[in-house]
């Protein structure tokens, strides 16, 4: 099946630093890439959308200049969090859709990566 | 705004005990549906998804989920859960043509041996 793998899996920053994370389909393209923020016992909350070679689309309240994202090829997506904060520690988990089943609405998850700012 | 609804936070079952998880999406028009299932530690993975045809859809490890237009729901069910099935599950709606999953808030099973 697809492969979507997340790296870090855990990293651990002090506050002010930059942090990035990077999220990769293993075993087919993805066009399209999602992020998202996993709250303690909360569901997923869509950060914004990564579009292969173009800019990434941000959901209403996410602020694109501190979670910057980049979406260089169509197996590499990363998210940059600048100036880290105790605030945005967070699971954040990325998801991708696979470009030959784009019709298919289903998207494929990565392992997610916690980060801890401190 | 368009939304997902899971009723159950937290279930608790025993063995062999049956199963079912509500799901309720807000969207009126066509709607694709998944049920996610996340593992202790694991990532989120996909148990089953509905797009058209048969309402009754069977995914893996014996769930099955049954889209009923008429009440937007969108149900999860196994006859008999095993202790394996401890886990967390979401319930998930995209509108058809669009591709931003909406998730639930998750419901935690916990299923005592």
Known sequence: GAVVSQHPSRVICK??????????????????MFWYRQ???????????????SKAT?????????????HASLTLSTLTVTSA???DSSFYICSARDRAGESDNEQFFGPGTRLTVL | AQSVS??????????????ELGCNYSYGGTVNLFWYVQYPGQHLQLLLK???GDPLVKGIKGFEAEFIKSKFSFNLRKPS???????????AAVPWGGNKLVFGAGTILRVKS
Not at chain 1, 15 to 32: H, W, Y
Request: with cysteine.
């Open chain 1, 15 to 32: 506050s002010g630093t930059s942090v990035k994370i990077e999220c990769r389909s293993l075993d087919f393209q993805a066009t399209t």
């Open chain 1, 39 to 53: 709250f303690p016992k909360k569901s997923l909350m869509l950060m914004a959308t990564s579009n292969e070679g």
């Open chain 1, 58 to 70: 941000y959901e209403q309240g996410v602020e694109k200049d501190k979670f910057l994202i980049n």
């Open chain 1, 85 to 87: 904060h105790p605030e």
């Open chain 2, 6 to 19: 899971q009723h159950n936070h937290h279930v608790i079952l025993s063995e062999a005990a049956s199963l």
């Open chain 2, 50 to 52: 509905y797009f058209s």
């Open chain 2, 81 to 91: 859960v095993q202790w394996s099935d401890t886990a967390e599950y979401f319930c």
